[in-house]
């Protein structure tokens, strides 16, 4: 009798193992299919969501972009790959979505590096003080130089964990573009999507609307510091450190922002870029830079309308052509980018900026 009690055990815990590994088995399978299908980085690119910019990389023809721009908000609404085309003939592509940490721009830009090899990247450091937005600490240049000093970069590479989150997100986008739904519900609403212009706009988002603010107390002068986290600070040298190893020519930016962007910010920056070698251009304090408060943004003093955009995109455009034109080639006249030339054109027909068509 025990002899059978044991056996009907053994038999009762094989079943339960054998559906645990079938069980295991079928979710690995959906998950691969999803996430080179439903989910997977290159249709985010086409439907209406929060990805939908950060992935239009995807679409680009390998080794096409010279320019890498990445960030959060304030980077796809604030560099314009279209008016940088029109105006130097130089390729870009903007990678951003809202909110978007230091490490998911890192995990983009090497996934990016897989297809393209780019001369210059800009990088949007607003998303430096994301983790802060509403609990910011003050504190004095030497303690701010310190927690910089204290944030070693060989640290990096040792984090197992964050290693093994990239792999498995790189792995599986299902895991940050699960709301693809959206895409289906549209289609079959038959209703049109801000984003079914035909129009490649290599991930930046424009914004119509002009709305003035006030530049009241923007950026009263400070020489205190906001602190950074210090993760953050380890992935902008992880940054640089490949950047380096590349051979890529690294720029940090900040898009103007009335209602976030502080003097201390500023100042945490600047010493950051001073210390690592990196040109910064701060366009909420930059002297040469006319900040039109009436005219600049598309809401409340968060993000920058096209007119802020295309303004910030020719300052950029001029620093990299007079530091990188020996290198970096006008595209406009090779037969091999008439589709980016082609694309322009649709761009400014939508935008209504055909009156500047060079």
């Known amino acids: 009798m025990t002899k059978d009690k044991n056996k009907k055990c053994n038999k009762?815990?094989?079943?339960?193992?054998?559906?645990?590994?079938?069980?295991?088995?079928?979710?690995?399978?959906?998950?691969?299919?999803?996430?080179?299908?439903?989910?997977?980085?290159?249709?985010?690119?086409?439907?209406?969501?929060?990805?939908?910019?950060?992935?239009?990389?995807?679409?680009?023809?390998?080794n096409s972009v010279d320019i890498a721009v990445l960030g959060d908000s304030n980077t796809y609404s604030s560099f314009c790959p279209m008016v940088l085309w029109r105006d130097y003939g130089y390729t870009s592509s903007v990678i951003a979505s809202p909110r978007q940490s230091l490490r998911l721009s890192y995990l983009s830009f090497l996934d990016f590096l897989e297809k393209q090899n780019p001369k210059v990247l800009i990088l949007e450091t607003d998303t430096?003080?994301?983790?802060?937005?509403?609990?910011?600490?003050?504190?004095?240049?030497?303690?701010f130089l310190k927690t910089i000093n204290e944030s070693n970069?060989?640290?990096?590479?040792?984090?197992?964990?964050?290693?093994?989150?990239?792999?498995?997100?790189?792995k599986y986008p299902i895991f940050i573009t699960h709301d693809s739904w959206k895409k289906a519900r549209h289609n079959l609403s038959k209703k049109k999507s801000g984003y079914d212009d035909g129009i490649m706009h290599h991930g930046y988002l424009h914004r119509r609307e002009v709305v003035e603010?006030?530049?009241?107390?923007?950026?009263?002068?400070?020489?205190?510091?906001?602190?950074?986290?210090?993760?953050?600070?380890?992935?902008?040298?992880?940054?640089?450190?490949?950047?380096?190893?590349?051979?890529?020519?690294?720029?940090?930016?900040?898009?103007?922002?009335?209602?976030?962007?502080?003097?201390?910010?500023?100042?945490?920056?600047?010493?950051?870029?001073?210390?690592?070698?990196?040109?910064?251009?701060?366009?909420?304090?930059?002297e040469d830079y006319d900040l039109d408060y009436a005219k600049d943004f598309g809401d409340n003093g968060k993000h920058q309308n096209y007119n802020g955009a295309k303004k910030i995109t020719k300052y950029l455009g001029n620093v990299i052509n007079k530091e990188l034109g020996y290198e970096l080639i006008d595209k406009r006249n090779d037969p091999n980018y008439e589709y980016v030339e082609e694309n322009a054109n649709k761009f400014?027909?939508?935008?209504?900026?055909?009156?500047?068509?060079r």
């Open 348 to 357: 400014f027909e939508d935008v209504g900026d055909i009156k500047n068509k």
């Open 153 to 170: 970069t060989d640290l990096i590479d040792t984090n197992e964990q964050d290693f093994l989150t990239n792999k498995i997100v790189k």
């Open 12 to 62: 009762d815990e094989i079943k339960g193992w054998v559906k645990i590994v079938c069980f295991i088995i079928a979710f690995v399978i959906i998950l691969e299919a999803l996430s080179t299908t439903l989910f997977s980085r290159e249709f985010a690119s086409n439907y209406k969501n929060v990805y939908r910019m950060a992935y239009e990389y995807v679409g680009e023809e390998q």
């Open 213 to 286: 603010v006030s530049g009241e107390n923007h950026m009263k002068y400070s020489d205190e510091y906001e602190l950074m986290n210090t993760v953050d600070i380890k992935n902008i040298k992880r940054f640089k450190k490949l950047c380096d190893e590349k051979g890529i020519k690294l720029i940090f930016y900040n898009a103007p922002a009335t209602a976030a962007w502080t003097y201390q910010r500023h100042n945490g920056v600047q010493t950051l870029a001073d210390l690592l070698g990196v040109e910064y251009y701060d366009f909420n304090v930059l």
């Open 128 to 143: 430096l003080y994301l983790r802060y937005l509403s609990d910011s600490k003050i504190i004095s240049k030497e303690e």
